[in-house]
Nanobody, 124 residues
């Protein structure tokens, strides 16, 4: 099991960029598939992106493709989400999550550990 803490959120103008970080502590970080989710007020939490153990495989929700990039540095026990060309509809609390296994899950129930979230607000 791992404990996760997100950082890097903030207020940005439409078209701008942010880089979110998720610092992990605990055992065997490199053996966890990592993912990012987001939740806007009044909406369900939704999948953003996922990454395999070594970073060789990634998965993105359609709205994130071409704009967001997930990466990880296992030596630093950290996963990142680079967000470019941000839109007001990207405004949400962003959460990182960890899932044991080898595939990349896309639903909440398949992730065992969650961070507390970091707020991203995109103004128009």
């Amino acid at each position: 099991q791992v404990q996760l803490v997100e950082s890097g959120g903030g207020l940005v103008q439409a078209g701008g960029s942010l880089r979110l970080s998720c610092a992990a502590s605990g055992h065997s970080f490199s053996r966890y598939v990592m993912g990012w989710f987001r939740q806007a007020p009044g909406r369900e939490r939704e999948f953003v992106a996922g990454i395999s153990w070594t970073g060789g495989r990634t998965s993105y929700e359609d709205y994130a493709k071409g704009r967001f990039t997930i990466s990880r540095d296992n030596a630093k026990n950290t996963v990142y989400l680079q967000m470019n060309s941000l839109k007001p509809e990207d405004t949400a609390v962003y959460y990182c999550a960890a899932a044991p296994g080898v595939g990349i899950p896309t639903i909440e129930a398949d992730f065992a550990s969650w961070g507390q979230g970091t707020q991203v607000t995109v103004s128009s």
